[in-house]
């Protein structure tokens, strides 16, 4: 009787006693003290580990916003997260200077060409790396999206062979332009609506040669901004986006159509 | 020279003629689940590898010298899952405590892998290579031998199947065999493969 039932049950119940035992102890001395703070901080944030705050990610952000770091420097978040953990650390809260994406290439189907018919694997970085890609020009965009696949707010679309962003989704948090092998995706402030919707650097006749909507550097936007807001350097127009009033007359010169007016 | 022979032959059979995952099918559930990405098919891997050796280490001792003596084989799996399951919790902690790299490299990993089948199955299997009229010192050593041979196989065909997935990714398969059913084809494929090692240990070692 004792053999066959209760020895084997005392033994289970036993060894079950005992080692919830030992982890009730170990849990006691081998706790490792977490900051609360930390935990706290950490869940507002939106936890996309996007890294546009500047930080490895969401966890190495709320740890240095507990050791003193700026609040506002979470794009994704806003200024919703930016005053949540304000109200957590007790410190006022600072505005976030919301942020999103541009393309900076307007090489699309009707405006370009492709030069071959490529085969290969289907990323913006392999066909980049085979001879500077598939499109006639060497600073245009891909159109394999592999922005497409960095976002996470599915903001970003291919659309008649370039990556479009979609404004109202954006957040501003750069994974895309982290992707882009030709670095055509720019951050820039939700105020502003002008930009240059091209990357080349190629001479003017050049650029004119392989798009038909690619900035030549013919200066024209320069002389026209009453705000002295563009300046051309090797054959491509800038915009600063701190002098811009968004007035939209360089869109108007522009001869090519380079310069866009945001919603376009 | 004979030790040497035999220490090969039971690693090699661990990992290539019995492998764990594509001839026993044990531990089919991370097989599938995490063999999306070449990191954390390692991560999880090196996990698996370090809890087998300490399940190991610890159930062997348990079945000779308490549930053996006492008749009380049938317990084995019930203790063992108890013990491996326990055991783990607490080398998790120990690992946070003293050894915080390590602990964020195995991270999520650890608790995922307290019940899953493959760690209780190379526990049990080292009990059925027991050879009880070897001395334990052996058989101890053997087992020990054995479960890092299994992780060591659990991690082969990880890694191979994450290659295999991140071909599958770039190519364009049929909609009705987008997703699990192309990659369970494709670790049939990989399985009938290893198949293939089935005699190739003995062969070896003739």
Redesign the interface.
Known sequence: MF?AYI??IL??TG??LL??A??VI??KF???KTDETYELVRAQLPGVNCGACGYAGCDDYAKALCNGAKTNLCIPGGDSVSAAVSKVLGVEAADVEEQFAIVKCGGNCDATDYIMDYQG???CAACNSFYQGRVSCSHACLGFGDCVLACKYDAIHIMNGIAVVDKSKCVGCGMCARECPNHLIDIIPTTSKVYVSCSSHDKGAQTRRVCKDGCIGCRKCEKACPSGAISVTDNLAHIDPQKCTNCGICAVECPTGAIKVYPI | MEFAKNMMIILLTAILAENFILTKFLGICPFLGVSKKLDSAVGMSAAVIFVMVIATAVTFPIYVFLLDPFELEYLETLVFILVIAALVQLVEMVLKKFMPALHRALGVYLPLITTNCAVLGVTMLDIDNWDPSISFGVSFGNALLYSVGAGLGFMLAMVLFAGVRSRLDSEKTPKCFQGMPITLIAAAIVSVAFMGFGGVVDGLFK
Do not use: Q
Request: net charge neutral; proline share 5%; with cysteine.
């Open positions: 053999e020895f084997p033994l289970v060894c079950g080692l919830s030992i982890l170990a849990a081998m706790a490792v694997v289907k990323t």
